[in-house]
């Protein structure tokens, strides 16, 4: 069974075996007509619901214009369960059931608790040499903190202090990162794919890819897979050995 989302707001469920569709919800509201993936370049363009937990931001329309209010649906609960107005936002990078991630048009990271409407941290972008502002590509919700990755750092929030500190990446990013058992792998402008350990703050290896790696590893069985610009498929165990 396939669920999809349309612009109207009307959540439907697709059964290919029997070809009928079934209306499961119907939002009270238009929303941006990207479905739960949003392409628009001005808006969302890395928004990862691997690590969700089931809560889903969509962006709401006023008689078929575009505005500044958010939706947080609940796909268990299958309902509308928080608005939220006027937050600047200029890309979303993750949500779960308590923190909404995003960037504002100043450029600045939000750690947001969408239930409270107040931010926990607010952290300004860093620049590349030639004075261009990092991307955000995407988040890890883990035990005791929050792991951001941006083309030149990684931040971490700890909710527990509502501290947050980085590090400098020495292989600035050019993909999403992976994180697997303390791991985290990620593509870098250099070609090489990095292991990195989270806890340590530490390079623990590195290997050089015949071409940019611009998507984000996946694991498979126990390995980390890539697939680079050269289309082919690369599998390597945790301590980077190419295994095929």
Known sequence: ?????????????????????????????????????????????????????????????????DSKTFVVFDLKAMKEIAILRNLGIKQVVAINDTYLIYVNTSNQIHVRDWRKANSMAVVPLGT????????????????DKIIILTSGKVYYYHPGTRSTDHFELKHRANSPFLIDRGRMFYGSTDRYLIGFSVR??????????????????????????????????YFFNRRGSLYW
């Open 1 to 65: 069974q396939v669920v999809m989302m349309t612009s109207e707001g009307q959540v439907k469920r697709w059964s290919p075996k029997e070809n009928m569709v079934n209306l499961l919800y119907r939002l009270p509201m238009e929303i941006q007509p990207f479905g739960l993936r949003f392409k628009k370049p001005d808006y969302v363009d890395s928004l990862d619901y691997s690590n969700s937990r089931d809560f889903i931001i969509l962006k709401q329309k006023n008689d078929g214009k």
């Open 200 to 233: 340590k703050k530490k390079l623990r290896w590195k290997y050089q890819l015949p071409d940019n790696l611009s998507s984000r590893p996946r694991k498979i069985g126990s390995y980390v897979t890539v697939i680079p610009e050269d289309n082919n498929i």
């Open 128 to 143: 590349d040499e030639k004075g261009n502002v990092d991307r955000v590509f995407n988040c890890h919700f883990d035990i």
